[in-house]
């Protein structure tokens, strides 16, 4: 195994190691979003609300709102039938959430529900300001350090119990119209104060339950002590009838379009993610170096050989030594037939000239030729003519080539 391979490994399990040890000593955070989401389980969201919803308006039915407007489901709802239009279905329209995020036609539709004998129950802390303007109502929200605040009911006969909640923002009513508002609840952070945060509004046939403790509702609060009751007192204000439920923007639909929002959200997938990402880096600069250094290219040395051959040639020519000339073609062919063809090259008779043909394959006639005049030329003892010179390396030609 590559040592920088060893390094790379080493060094991912010492970080995951690392990561191991401080997780587990390092115990999980408290998550204290206000998402008011029916589907979590933290502090302040509502799964143990959606579980106990029945439980808290006994009797009543209930109908979820979760894919559309309220303005739409509404809309949907309208009698043919009718002279007026009015709708098909009576009851209360229910929505718990942090803030007023309803749209300004949803909020007009909801006036024509209420004013046709039905109800609206919000909890929120801040109110759509087309409906705060309506009702002529004012929300005052006061940032203050986390302080205990106590909140109760105003009709003691419903209950005379004074609950704590922990708060850094009080959010209460500044302003009613006393002609048509009942006041239902107060709440108090201080000796000598009150305020009001549960309104019932008259708005034509119908009325407006105005309540600005949402956490109420939440987990954390329906799960301490008997905060639950403080609950079951607020909603039991819902005239009994129908309740429409309206979920929509709290079953998650805000989350993040990114296709790793779910690798995100577990916090083992998160950290194998980040520890992958982290591995890739650590091998890209591990390897970002060469391996092997560049070769540099020679370039080759030159062939001198073939021009020195040609001018020791010329020198032999113009000297007229043809024997000397002859003997170096013989020497130059003999040699070549032994290193190429592996041929015994003693005796050149018939047998060397059938192995010759065998091997290169060439016309019989010119091997015989060629043996013949190096045999006579070995055989002379006289000096040999240009003629002589010519005769033999054109034979030799037509061997080799």
Same mark, same amino acid.
């Given at each position: ?7 790379? $490994? ?30 979590? +389980? $933290? ?18 039915? &209930? ?14 709802? @309208?009698?043919?039938?009718?002279? !007026?239009?009015?709708?098909?279905? +009576? ?13 300004? *036609? ?44 106590? $909140? ?38 201080? =000796?000598?104060?009150?305020? &009001?945060?549960?309104?019932? !509004?008259? @708005? #034509? ?22 905060? @639950? ?7 039991? *204000? ?9 979920? =929509? ?42 391996? *092997?250094?560049? !070769? ?15 001018? %020791? ?39 060397? &000239? ?16 060629? !043996?013949?005049?190096?045999?006579? #030329? ?21 061997? %080799?080539?």
């Amino acid at each position: 195994m590559d040592k920088s391979i060893k390094i790379y $490994i080493g060094v991912l399990v010492f970080i995951f190691g690392l990561i191991l040890f401080a997780g587990k000593k390092q115990p999980k955070p408290i998550d204290w979003r206000p998402t008011f989401s029916v589907h979590d +389980k $933290i502090p302040y969201g509502l799964y143990v609300f959606d579980k106990e919803i029945k439980g808290l308006l006994k009797g009543q039915k &209930i109908e979820r709102i979760t894919a559309v407007t309220p303005y739409e489901y509404l809309d949907s709802k @309208y009698n043919p039938d009718t002279l !007026v239009e009015d709708y098909r279905i +009576k009851g209360t329209f229910l929505n718990i959430a942090a803030n007023g995020d309803i749209d300004e *036609q949803s909020v007009k539709e909801l006036f024509y529900f209420v004013s046709r004998g039905n109800n609206a129950f919000l909890s929120m802390r801040s109110f759509p300001q087309i409906l705060l303007d309506s009702l002529k109502l004012d929300v005052q929200n006061d940032l203050k350090r986390p302080h205990k605040t106590l $909140i109760w009911m105003a009709n003691r006969k419903v209950n005379d119990k004074k609950y704590i909640f922990t708060q850094s923002v009080e959010d209460y009513f500044s302003k009613i119209d006393t002609a048509n508002t009942t006041v239902l609840g107060y709440q108090s952070s201080a =000796k000598n104060e009150k305020h &009001i945060n549960f309104i019932k !509004v008259q @708005y #034509h046939s119908g009325y407006f339950y105005l309540h600005t403790q949402p956490a109420t509702f939440t987990n954390y609060h329906l799960l301490k002590g008997n905060h @639950y009751q403080y609950a079951e007192n607020a909603l039991s *204000q819902i005239p009994k009838g129908a309740i429409f439920w309206y979920t =929509k923007g709290q079953n998650n639909e805000s989350v993040s379009g990114s296709p790793l929002r779910y690798i995100f959200s577990q916090p083992g997938l998160k950290w194998a993610y980040l520890m992958s990402i982290f591995g890739i880096l650590i091998f890209i600069f591990f390897n970002a170096k060469r391996k *092997q250094r560049i !070769v540099p290219i020679v370039k080759p040395l030159a062939n001198l050989t073939v021009d020195f051959t040609k001018t %020791i040639g010329n020198l032999y020519y113009q000297e007229g030594d043809h024997t000397n000339i002859i003997d170096k073609k013989i020497i130059f062919f003999l040699e070549k037939m032994r290193t190429e063809y592996l041929l015994d090259t003693t005796k050149l008779d018939d047998d060397f &000239i059938k192995k010759l043909q065998l091997k290169t394959g060439k016309n019989i006639t010119d091997i015989q030729e060629l !043996v013949f005049l190096i045999n006579e #030329h070995r055989k002379s003892y006289h000096g040999s003519l240009e003629e002589d010179l010519i005769r033999i390396n054109n034979a030799i030609e037509k061997v %080799i080539h």
